[in-house]
């Protein structure tokens, strides 16, 4: 058997191809990106690119040491005679956050609001949505505590899976509190979980000593049986003052906008960076235990990086999770199209003059054309094939006089037009509505 892509890895690719689901089509990817570019463009943010892999200490440092991501999901990468390695980055933020430091991004208008998409890497279990290799768009804004931006940020969630036309996904909203609330909550859980310590898995025994709160995200049924059991008061509850107050704010800020969200007192989130709001986004079509998106403020995350204090909030999508929800409500993406031309030759002379006109044609429109010389039926078979509206074909009568013959597929006119008017010709025809009936792309090996 030819050699297969590792478990937990997926191919995004082209229309047409055999067995294409939504989350392995690469138009599919490219429209979800293309809307998340839309909607956040116009709210103001600006699109980087970080590497795909980091110093392992950001990793530790901005995520947390007793993080299941840190502990067990990370891949390390070594070159020839390097011994430290590096580690492919899980996630955006703490990346964004370095790039922020590293390149004096501070000087910016503030807040300073960014945006990315790329792939992310976490040695998981691999299952439906979760996969080893998978993508996410990533928004991040930086220099603000301002509740408002908090609320702005969800609603742009909320914004952008609208624009993908998903109607089934609800924001469950919570808070983690301030560093100081959360070592109250985390004393509450030790003494807790301290007095049942025989019944937690090893994972959470050592999450006793270390991180209690990560208990709470454990994915063993034991654990989860027991937090079922003991009744585990939610981190809600030991909000201090200013994080209750600012809690309140961003709920009041999305009432008064009309983003539906419903608060969920044990929302506790996977990563160690996050203070203050916390929220995730679920649909039906995913599963209960699997996010569509999730976020939330990290004001400590540049100072745990050895910078200056930047507050931060911001949030990632899953693409692969995105399209599964879309797939599950029915809903499907554009295709690329075919060519506006594609340009045949009718003889072996005459198929550099059909690549020329093609190459010329593409100052104004898509065209193709055919690598060798074709009968007319077969010029009009392969034009359909790509999705073309019109086909131009060449033999000795065109040469001769320097024009081009070119039929309308979707409305069989046929019309001689002279060579230099071919750009005029295509941009009156682009102008026009397509085919009504829509194409239907061939598989190419069907
Ligand atoms: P996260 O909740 O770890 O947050 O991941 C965000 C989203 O990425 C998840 O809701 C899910 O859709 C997708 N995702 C995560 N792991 C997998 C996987 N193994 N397979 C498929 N999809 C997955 C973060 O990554 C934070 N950096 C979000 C953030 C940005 N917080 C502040 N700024």
Redesign the pocket.
Known sequence: MAIQRPKGTQDHLPDGSPKLSLDTRAAAFQHVQDTARRVLERAGAQFLNTPVFEDPELVKRGVGGSTD?VRKEMFTVYYFGDHGGFILR????AGIVRAYLQNGLKQLPSPLKLWTHGP?F?A?NVQK????Q?H?V???VLGSTDPLVDAEAISLMVDVVAALGLSGVRVKLGSIGDPADRDAYNAYLRELFGAHVERLSDDSKERLERNPMRILDSKSAGDQALIAELGVRPMLDFLGDEARGHFEAVQAYLTAWGVAHDIDPSIV???DY?RRTAW??HHEG?GAK???????R?DGLAEQLGGPLVP???????I??LLIAMDAEGLDVPGQGGPLLYVAALDDDYVGHAATVAMKARQVARAEFAYRAVKPGTAFRDAERRGARLVALIGSDEMARDVLSIKNLSTGVQSVVPAGDLHTFLAEAASQPPSPEPHTPVQENA
């Open positions: 991501i899980p996630e955006g933020t992310m976490r998981e949505g979760r996969l080893r998978f996410q990533d928004y991040e989130r996977g990563l996050y995730e986004l995913v699997s996010a569509l998106g999730g976020g939330g990290y931060g909030i911001g949030w990632a999508f899953g692969e999770r």
